[in-house]
């Protein structure tokens, strides 16, 4: 038996018609009582919420994942970008040693740390005199070596700084070199008298002949480098530093380059700095 939903009286339940009222039920909404008889189907539930919630766990999430992930990436990332650097300065001075002894096949010799005036002033430093080995005969032809290299022709050169000349883990100056001879009397650089090959009786691979000067500040074209006389240690912004960690990058009368720590004995460095001192080499 079902209700009738106009006159509430029972009726059959296959009944199409109320036989009391004469309602047609074919299209009428089921009873409030018979409510379980008008779809055998369960509720559905409203999926928007549902997927707002979801939404929500996974924002909130990758809040907390990006920061985490950034934070482990990173380091890493400044670490290949200043590996790439550091690879990038040892080419420099592997560039300038090639250039050096390019100018010695031709000369005979390495270049003197500085050309002099007929008084002994320093007027052109070795870096002009090898600009032809270093694929900037351009920037050499422009100089003029019957000036000062701070002369008014000559400074119009300044911000002509070859790439060779500079480290890019540095900041220096725009005109300014990265890097420097060791200039001394028992030196490979040893003032306006230039040095030979078979002058360097301590072996070329056991002396050292320019490294990296990163607080010096010293123009590119004038002709100073570091005093082996007032030497300290590696790390001394007045001598041989780098923006490297622990230490700097070190050019050898080979060719070859060195990475020498900032806690080499100064004795040490002295000793790779001569060209003959008969001293024992240092282990690398």
């Not at 009397?185 to 040095?195: D, K, S, W």
Request: charged share 20%; net charge negative; with cysteine.
């Amino acid at each position: 038996m079902k209700t009738c939903p106009f006159c509430a009286e029972e009726i059959q339940e296959a009944a199409v018609k109320c036989r009391y009222c004469n309602s047609d039920l074919t299209g009428a909404p089921a009873a409030q009582g018979d409510a379980a008889y008008a779809s055998s189907d369960p509720p559905r539930k409203s999926s928007t919420s549902t997927a707002w919630i979801l939404v929500a766990v996974l924002g909130g999430g990758a809040l907390l994942v990006v920061p985490c992930m950034i934070a482990l990436l990173l380091p890493a990332v400044q670490q290949a970008r200043e590996a790439a650097r550091r690879t990038q300065c040892r080419n420099n001075l592997k560039q300038i040693g090639l250039a050096l002894h390019n100018y010695h096949d031709v000369w005979g010799s390495f270049p003197p740390a500085y050309i002099a005036d007929e008084t002994g002033r320093p007027m052109h430093s070795w870096r002009v005199l090898i600009l032809p080995y270093l694929d900037q005969q351009a920037l050499y032809d422009q100089y003029d070596f019957d000036e000062p290299w701070d002369g008014p022709n000559n400074s119009r050169l300044l911000g002509n700084r070859p790439p060779v000349y500079a480290c890019p883990s540095s900041d220096v100056d725009a005109t300014s070199t990265y890097y420097a001879a060791i200039a001394g009397e028992t030196c490979v650089f040893a003032g306006a008298e230039p040095i030979a090959i078979r002058d360097i009786v301590d072996g070329t691979s056991n002396t050292s002949m320019i490294g990296e000067v990163s607080g010096m500040g010293i123009p590119w074209m004038e002709p100073r480098d570091v005093d082996f006389d007032t030497y300290t240690n590696i790390g001394d912004p007045a001598g041989f530093s780098s923006d490297h960690t622990g230490g700097a990058f070190f050019l050898f009368a080979d060719g070859s380059v060195q990475f020498l720590s900032e806690e080499t004995d100064p004795d040490v460095a002295r000793s790779l700095f001569t060209h003959a001192g008969g001293e024992m080499p240092p282990v690398f």
